[in-house]
């Protein structure tokens, strides 16, 4: 009864004025996010820059549901998810967020509405580390609806305006927005901007005594994760082994019956370095230390390449199954010009190989070839930049 009796904004005003009082940290960031009533959208939603609701879908939620929902849209905006989704899947990304923001908060005490994605087996995980774990194929989703792709209102259903463009901005907000081209503007300041209160929102929380444990123990971690990048290649090449079994008639010796038999040939793998200036040597020693430790578990061979504009001179170089990867410490692998990756893919191309793997240790920026090839590539990337297609692993 009390969700239908209470007016939907003295109900939004309520619960961000309960949300400010009690619980100082969360309701800094709520009051960060104009509230636009919008009838054509089915829940609730943000685009970093609004908070935009349907009256009906705030009427049928209780008092305590309606805070829960105005924190969970202003956590998705004080962690970023808006920008750090990239290269993802967008179904999988907004689930992973949303299991992220809604752990912390009903580990906060907070009630969450019917239908909200919760598993304490993601308790203390970014987002980047909920997203491998989820399954496609399972039906659950998000309850509220998030506008990260680009623009306000780009994902919007019909006959929703959302109004962030022309809210009042205020401070940081304002200066995300300055002179630049798009309602949004480059969502890295914006990202900055959200940051900068998230920082502050928790830092005065902090200083009062009234920041809850959940926020405290994670808050850093979930801003700037540790992603387990030596499993994730692990998975990757373990996935590229070619063990596997063979019907394949046996010698003589072996008798005549055909049964299934584990057979092994040794993997291709093609490795390249990004060597333009942006990546240390040390990173590309312990980046080659780790793929070493793993090529000898899957019996691969390897073809090392080194590219900044072009190809080393030198590459490449090449590994037998037995071989250990070693380079000479006197090699010098630091390159001179920008980026390109194309020649990597182009020396593939005129070797003739369809490799079963190749991996590319680089900072991402650069020129890409514009189609993807017909082998499985993993880019692991020093840095925040995309890649526009293949398997993305953050090195931090």
């Known amino acids: 009864m009390e969700a239908r009796t209470i007016p939907v904004d003295r109900k939004l005003a309520a619960a961000r004025a309960r949300l400010a009082l009690?619980?100082?940290?969360?309701?800094?960031?709520?009051?960060?996010?104009?509230?636009?009533?919008?009838?054509?959208?089915?829940?609730?939603?943000?685009?970093?820059?609004?908070?935009?609701?349907?009256?009906?879908?705030?009427?049928?939620?209780?008092?305590?549901?309606?805070?829960f929902v105005l924190a969970h849209e202003a956590l998705h905006c004080a962690l970023g998810h808006?920008?750090?989704?990239?290269?993802?899947?967008?179904?999988?990304?907004?689930?992973?967020?949303?299991?992220?923001v809604?752990?912390?908060?009903?580990?906060?005490?907070?009630?969450?509405?019917?239908?909200a994605l919760v598993n304490p087996a993601y308790r203390g995980l970014a987002a980047e580390e909920i997203y491998p774990l989820l399954d496609d194929r399972l039906a659950d989703g998000a309850f509220d609806e998030h506008w990260f792709a680009s623009e306000p209102g780009a994902a919007a259903p019909t006959g929703v305006t959302p109004q962030a463009a022309n809210a009042p901005l205020h401070g940081a907000q304002r200066e995300a927005r300055a002179g630049l081209p798009g309602p949004l503007g480059p969502s890295e300041r914006?990202?900055?901007?959200?940051?900068?209160?998230?920082?502050?929102?928790?830092s005065e929380a902090a200083q009062a005594g009234r920041l809850g444990a959940s926020f405290r123990d994670t808050l850093d971690r979930l801003v700037q994760p540790r992603l387990?990048?030596?499993?994730?290649?692990?998975?990757?090449?373990?996935?590229?082994g070619r063990d596997d079994y063979s019907f394949q008639r046996p010698g003589r010796r072996e008798g005549a019956a055909m049964l299934p038999g584990l057979k092994s040939a040794a993997a291709e793998l093609v490795v390249a370095l990004d060597t333009s200036g942006s990546v240390t040597h040390a990173d590309l020693r312990e980046f080659l230390?780790?793929?070493?430790?793993?090529?000898?578990?899957?019996?691969?061979r390897v073809a090392l390449?080194?590219?900044?504009?072009?190809?080393?001179?030198?590459?490449?170089?090449?590994?037998?199954?037995?071989?250990?990867?070693?380079?000479?410490?006197?090699?010098?692998?630091?390159?001179?010009?920008?980026?390109?990756?194309?020649?990597?893919?182009?020396?593939?191309?005129?070797?003739?190989?369809?490799p079963d793997a190749l991996l590319y240790?680089?900072?991402?920026?650069?020129?890409?070839?514009?189609?993807?090839?017909?082998?499985?590539?993993?880019?692991?990337?020093?840095?925040?930049?995309?890649?526009?297609?293949?398997?993305?692993?953050?090195l931090n």
């Open 228 to 240: 387990p990048w030596r499993a994730l290649l692990a998975r990757f090449l373990m996935a590229s």
């Open 361 to 394: 240790f680089t900072d991402a920026q650069g020129e890409f070839p514009r189609d993807a090839p017909d082998y499985p590539v993993l880019w692991l990337v020093k840095g925040s930049a995309p890649v526009p297609w293949g398997e993305r692993v953050q």
């Open 289 to 300: 230390d780790e793929v070493d430790a793993l090529r000898a578990q899957i019996h691969a």
């Open 102 to 115: 809604n752990q912390l908060l009903t580990d906060e005490g907070l009630s969450p509405p019917e239908g």
């Open 305 to 354: 390449l080194a590219c900044d504009a072009a190809l080393a001179t030198d590459a490449p170089w090449r590994f037998e199954a037995w071989e250990p990867i070693g380079l000479s410490p006197d090699l010098d692998l630091a390159g001179g010009g920008g980026t390109r990756f194309t020649p990597v893919f182009e020396w593939v191309m005129g070797e003739a190989l369809r």
């Open 190 to 202: 914006l990202a900055a901007a959200w940051q900068d209160r998230l920082a502050v929102a928790a």
């Open 22 to 67: 009690e619980r100082p940290f969360i309701g800094a960031l709520v009051m960060h996010l104009p509230l636009v009533a919008a009838e054509g959208l089915r829940t609730i939603g943000t685009d970093a820059h609004a908070l935009y609701f349907n009256p009906r879908f705030i009427e049928r939620l209780s008092f305590a549901q309606t805070q």
């Open 82 to 100: 808006f920008h750090r989704g990239r290269h993802r899947l967008r179904a999988r990304w907004d689930r992973a967020c949303d299991y992220c």
